[in-house]
């Protein structure tokens, strides 16, 4: 059985959309970070970084979102291509969002909503990193179908969590055709829709 520790948060939709669309049965149990409940004794125990979402399957322990969407590809055989040139591409997307669009993301709402004290530096500094990034997807999806490639993969998943969350850094997908065109694509996805619907029976996207 599976299990996933979650909120209604851009990184913890990503393993939801993943299992929904790999048709894997699994129980939802919700971590409520704004109580920080992510931070108690038990959760530590199962992820001692303190944040969401966790998975565990049949007793296997695991978070880090990027790594969980490859923990159920490769469980499944779904959504990561094994030809080499494609798979690699997963990754390069993987990678880069994890090290790159997440945390401009997450740091540009931080500043923009949450920062004890306005902080403009920090603000513009991550807002203009998330832009310049939402810009790069936008050209490459100008030649391509998805993140990766013709093929929706893992990576898509990995950035539509936080694309499908982009008011909460300030940020539009205004001007971006190419990617306004596939995040309609992947939004559009019945997977995609009841994994948001589940997550947010949790607690409505603030
Ligand atoms: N790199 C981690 C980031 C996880 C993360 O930042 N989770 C947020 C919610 S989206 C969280 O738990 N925040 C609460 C906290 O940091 O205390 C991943 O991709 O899973």
Sequence with gaps: MIEVHAFATPNSVKVLIALEEMRL???LKPVNVRKGEQKSEAFLA???NGKVPVLIDDGFVLAESAAILVHLAEKTGKLLPKDGITHARVFEQLFFHAS???PAFGNAGFFKRSSPEPQPIAESRFKTEGERLLGLLDTKLASQSFVAGEEFTIADIAHFGWIGRIAFPGLTLDGRPNLSRWFETVAARPAVQQ???RVETIVPAA
Excluded: R
């Design 195 to 197: 994994a948001i619907a």
């Design 25 to 27: 049965p699994y129980e």
């Design 46 to 48: 199962l992820n001692p």
């Design 100 to 102: 790159g669009l997440s």
